[in-house]
């Protein structure tokens, strides 16, 4: 069955017919398996090429991807902006979108704020930057960061309520770090969150989210799975400068990542199967930069990976991700925010 967002004329056809499609929640959206993530086309993954980041974009929606999240964080190289270039002669009703309120700007005076009166503003500047007249989602941008969870329910979740009221959005969505703190919020918050985003927490080195997905689907809640191969520590190019894993972690997986080149494998490929293998999930959230990037996940979507490939992936998790005592950097974030809130 084709999906709602199928467009005659602009979609690959027999592309479509062979995406998956999983609905988020009680948004009423079905949404492709395989999504398009906005954060790579920030600062914060190294260089890229723009018109092939726009070619990406356009090739991911004519061949079935319909869901593409970004955020105002990442437009420290113009996410949302390249995202809207992308977007212009594609029929509105050929994808959903959804951005992010909350976090801003790389300097941590300016980084977070989750007040009405900026929850407002941004919402309007994604829009304009997107060239849309809404949203499918807004989603408040790592909760956990908030001063405290109060000022997420008593004034950012009203204001989105609020433009979801005005047309400017259709669902509400929360993203973050721990799990445990988009539990709490579902269940204190008296307005209607139709999603979460997890982030790096159904992985090959740690599935923190499974234990929650009970909840959540008790509540309806749609789940997006974010970043499978860990923002970056599972790929052959490496984790980012910035990563905050720990020492002994990176050393582990850049070991793994050794293991991968010798046998002419990319890591991110084996980290996307095996987080895919969950049928609770609405949606596969992976960052793509390039059209490379683009072709190796759908391909493994489609064709999953090889018999040698999956005795590579045996290998590695008995040889290596077996030995990670610190599987995630709970907290880790949040301290060194408030030590420098501080200063």
């Known amino acids: 069955m084709l999906p709602p967002t199928y467009v005659e004329g602009f979609h690959d056809l027999e592309a479509v017919k062979a ?7 009680k948004t009423g959206l079905l949404v492709s398996k395989l999504s398009f993530g906005g954060g790579p086309l920030g600062c914060h993954y190294g260089t890229f090429d723009e018109e092939e980041a726009i070619e990406a974009i356009r090739q991911a929606l004519k061949r079935g991807i319909n869901y593409i999240d970004t955020a105002p964080w990442y437009n420290n190289g ?7 270039k992308a977007l212009k002669g594609i029929p509105r009703n050929a994808y959903y979108i959804a951005t992010k309120v ?16 900026k929850t407002e503003s941004s919402v309007n500047n ?20 908030a001063p405290s969870l109060d000022i997420i329910i008593t004034q950012t979740l009203p ?22 703190i988009l539990e ?6 008296n307005i209607n969150i139709s999603c979460i985003l997890s982030y790096t927490r159904h992985t090959l080195i740690d599935n923190t ?23 970056g520590l599972l790929t052959n190019k490496g984790a980012p400068d910035w990563h905050p894993a720990s020492d002994h972690t990176k050393k582990i997986c850049a070991d793994a990542v050794k293991c991968c080149k010798d046998h002419d494998v990319e890591l991110a490929k084996l980290a996307v199967w095996y987080s895919m293998q969950c049928k609770d999930i609405a949606t596969y959230l992976v960052g793509i930069q390039n059209l490379k990037q683009l072709y190796m996940n759908l391909d493994v979507l489609k064709n999953g990976i090889t018999e040698k490939e999956k005795h590579l992936l045996q290998e590695l998790q008995e040889k290596y991700f077996c030995k ?19 200063k």
Not at 138 to 143: F, K, N, R, T
Not at 159 to 180: D, F, M, N
Not at 324 to 340: F, G, P, S, V
């Open 19 to 25: 995406m998956e499609y999983r609905p988020l929640g």
């Open 78 to 84: 113009g996410s949302e902006t390249i995202i809207g």
């Open 102 to 117: 909350g976090r801003y700007e790389l300097n941590y005076e300016n980084m977070f704020n989750f007040s009405k009166e």
């Open 126 to 145: 994604s829009l304009k930057l997107l060239g849309l007249d809404y949203v499918d989602v807004i989603q408040v941008h790592d909760i956990e960061f």
């Open 159 to 180: 204001e989105l309520s609020k433009q979801v009221a005005e047309g400017k959005a259709r669902y509400i969505g929360i993203t973050g770090y721990p799990v445990s």
């Open 184 to 189: 709490e919020c579902i269940k204190k918050s």
């Open 209 to 231: 989210l499974i234990e929650y997905i009970p909840f959540f689907k008790a509540h309806n809640i749609g789940i997006i799975n974010a970043s499978a191969p860990c923002m």
């Open 324 to 342: 990670i005592t610190e599987k995630h950097w709970e907290n880790k974030e949040i301290q060194i925010y408030w030590e420098n809130m501080k």
